[in-house]
């Protein structure tokens, strides 16, 4: 071994080294923050933040299936009571009327502080005979059992209207004494967990949790036909990740299989085949290595389709092992390393276009390819040759080569057809093109069809609202957000009142703002005052003034009571509802209130808001309307806007290397013509299919550029020629069949990102190679 090649492997082995000890620390993440803006907008923001951190990201929905309704009753509530004691939920609510207990004692006790109606003219002697007049009209209705027991402490029925503000309406119905669904057949449980949305780990624990817990209970009861369901965004991550986790080692494992056997047959020697490997597993790790110091996260959709990408960094090894075999290495690097490099560099300017891309996703796919890409060529370059000693070489190949060469030749008389059958494609396409790419981002979601309908059916029971419509304040701190949001409120009331919006949720309801309370405070009037007063609006009233002793003790309380601060609330369903609505951020808080689209009179359905007459009612305020359908609906077409730029910058940047290195349009017309009627065929062919064209559609078409472009090149060679050497043309054979190999397997993912990879790059990869041997010069 000379000086040169020892430093060249010592070079190699450190950098393996290295390499290793980085991706052994790397985090490897499989959770849908791949689909997350790197710079979001406001309204993105907020979405993104409730993605990771909100406690609407903690909330699951649990459904109890099977049995009679006593059978559902009895497990809804042992569940709940052993969930509470895993100390992994920060609240379980079942309905059962001991867990509303704490809450109802909760707006007894600061029920001045928190009611609206709270105010000077409300303990006037006018305000006090209207309130207790109605209060006495309240006992004849059905809740009125309820609200008889507290009248001497709350004739002005302060409590009444808290518990109206619950909008118990939108519970779910109840049978035996819990939460069940409309049609009495699922007993159902809302938990929030401990674990933050973002933590697919604890989420997983969680989710893991119930199910096992149920299991337990239900063999403790001795129950047979019961069944549990569950959704949330917990699950949804969770499952997720596991799906892509799956899919990704799976196809990965049949796509590495199948080139390896193909490699086998080529090479007929493991060591070769191990040596033919050195250059793809050193791409792969360089990868991992570069996105790992670039982003901190490698995610999984990133591995899978490097895993993929196998099949095009083996080509390199395939060309060097089949074509030096008669010539040797120095004389392949002479005569066959430069179209070798020039399709490097092609796939470097497709890949490298992605990593400018505000999709965090797409820029790591560029990064972990480029860089792979790279690496292979180089070891293939610099590295084989060392390894390899010159007699190791595979099977010869050249009856192979004769063989397509034939094939090839055969194609050519197809030439006219193709065109015509490309212009018809064309034409189809032009008229399909307000149809071709989807504009709804839920493409991209791995979420499966079974999962999308037990949430919907889950969420129907519930009564949980669409989350589409948001109204946004923010502010430094908390205190001065929940001010800005009760300053939105008039405008919102008015609102509903007009029959824009049916109705919305705030935090300020269940925790205002100091300066309300103390304004409340304020409006209670002294002991003496009061009594007073009493004695003169009850003097026609059958309820006695002498009996309300203990209302005038309540409000004399509450004159000094200590403030209402979050951590009064607990883990209660309120503190749950203030917790979901009010938001730390990175610099300050945001309240959120959620805005329900108001009843069809006619379909009893809802109806759309309209933003515009809610951004013109919030005019003067510091509140912001956000529609998140139009927020995600804006990502998703930033992204895909982003994309087509970045791929025709990339297909740009490779018309102008090609050009370069060619210099002759008529040559570089033969090399662009085969990519470019492949991309119509592909996108005829998919569209014809019936598959949802997507961004990452679109991300493979470039990826079909980048990778065919190196057929093209190796035949731009044999110009003036019958053929290329049968060498190279079973050279081009076996390379195209791994990278169809390693990229059609996704094909078969359920994981719409990978799925999408695989339908456009194999098959396209195939046509590029076919229709770059029919119109060779």
Known sequence: MTRRAGTVLLLWLLAVVAGVVVAANSRFNADMSFFLPSEPTPGQQVMVDQLKEGAVSRLLMVGIEGGDETTRADLSMDLRQRLQASGLFLSVQNGEAGSQDAERAHLMQHRYLLSPEVTPQRFTVDGLKGAIADSIDLLTSPAGLMFKPLLPRDPTGELWAQVQRLDAGAEPDSVEGVWASRDGQRALLLLQTAAEGSDTDGQSR???????????????????????????????????????????????????????????????????????????ASGALAGIVAVSLAFGTVYGITIGFGMALIGEAVDYAIYYFVQSGSMGAAAWRQRFWPTVRLGVLTSVAGFGSLLFSGFPGLAQLGLYALTGVVTAALVTRFVLPELAPQHLRGSDLNGLGQVLSRFYAGLRRLRWAVLVLAVLAAGYLVTERDRLWTPDIAVLSPASVEDLQVDAALRADMGAPDARYMVVVSAADADTALRLAEEAA????????????????????????????????????????????????????????????????????????????????????????????????????????????????????????????????????????????????????????????????????????????????????????????????????????????????????????????????????????????????????????????????????????????????????????????????
């Open 206 to 280: 969680a989710i893991d949790t119930v199910r096992r817990t149920f299991e337990e209970g239900r063999q403790v009861l001795g129950v047979i036909d019961a069944e549990l369901q569950m959704s949330g965004p917990g699950l949804f991550a969770v499952n997720a990740r596991a799906t892509i986790k799956e899919e990704v080692t799976r196809l990965s494992l049949i796509g590495i299989g199948c080139i390896v056997l193909v490699l086998l047959l080529v090479y007929r020697s493991p060591r070769l085949l191990g040596l033919g490997l050195l250059p793809v």
């Open 490 to 777: 008039p405008a919102l009331d008015q609102l509903a009142a007009d029959g824009v919006i049916g109705s919305y949720d705030s935090p300020a309801r269940f925790l205002p703002s100091k300066q309300t309370q103390l304004a409340r405070q304020a409006a209670l009037p002294e002991p003496e005052m009061l009594r007073a007063r009493l004695v003169e609006a009850q003097a026609d009233s059958p309820l006695a003034a002498s009996t309300l002793e203990p209302f005038i003790t309540d409000v004399a309380a509450a004159r000094t009571q200590p403030l209402l601060e979050r951590t009064a609330l607990g883990s209660s369903g309120l503190g749950l509802l203030v917790d979901s609505l009010l938001v730390q951020r990175a610099g300050g808080w945001s309240v959120l209130l959620p805005l329900h689209p108001p009843m069809a009179p006619s379909e009893g359905a809802s109806t759309d808001i309209d933003g515009a007459a809610v951004q013109t009612a919030l005019a003067g305020t510091e509140a912001h309307f956000i529609d998140m359908k139009t927020e995600l609906d804006t990502l998703y077409n930033d992204y895909l806007q982003g994309a087509i730029a970045l791929s025709l910058a990339g297909v740009c940047v490779i018309v102008l290397l090609l050009g370069a290195t060619l210099r002759s349009p008529r040559r570089l017309a033969s090399v662009l013509l085969p990519l470019v009627l492949a991309i119509v065929f592909v996108i005829a062919g998919l569209q014809l299919a019936g598959e949802t064209l997507h961004l990452l559609h679109l991300v493979g078409l470039l990826l079909v550029v980048a990778v065919g472009s190196n057929y093209g090149l190796f035949f731009d060679r044999a110009e003036g020629q019958d053929d290329l050497e049968p060498s190279t043309v079973a050279a081009m054979g076996v390379a195209n069949l791994t990278t169809t190999l390693g990229f059609g397997v996704l094909g078969f993912s359920t994981v719409p990102v990978l799925h999408a990879m695989g339908v456009t790059v194999g098959p396209g990869a195939v046509l590029v190679l076919l229709l770059a041997a029919m119109f060779k010069r």
